[in-house]
Nanobody, 122 residues
């Protein structure tokens, strides 16, 4: 029903910045017209997925401790897009980053993107 597509990953040197985008399509009629929680997660090879940041349609944001002060989550509701601005990147930030959407209209269902690779060189 909903497709989420991440983009913006790539290779960056430690201390650099990168901005990830996640765009929703399909059944989404516009993030500006619905209640939602959008989240970014990341997963390193051999490790469990971990929550990075979240944002609600009410504007509340939350961040994992390991990214506080460095990452910023935001949305452009008119574009059905959520962003993750990543600054002061560290090699340990290297992971596949996924976005997830939970929408009031979708009930218990949530939706995942395919992921985008972020690699931070030392």
């Amino acid at each position: 029903q909903v497709q989420l597509v991440e983009s913006g990953g790539g290779l960056v040197q430690a201390g650099g910045s990168l901005t990830l985008s996640c765009t929703a399509s399909g059944s989404v009629l516009g993030l500006n017209n619905m209640a939602y929680v959008m989240t970014w997660h990341r997963q390193e090879p051999g490790k469990q997925r971990e929550l990075v940041a979240s944002i609600t349609s009410g504007g509340r944001t939350n961040y994992a401790d390991f990214v506080k002060g460095r990452f910023t989550i935001s949305t452009d509701n008119a574009k059905n897009t959520v962003y993750l601005q990543m600054n002061s990147l560290k090699p340990e930030d290297t992971a596949v980053y996924y976005c997830n959407g939970r929408f009031a209209w979708a009930g218990a269902n949530d939706y995942w993107g395919q992921g985008t690779q972020v690699t931070v060189s030392s």
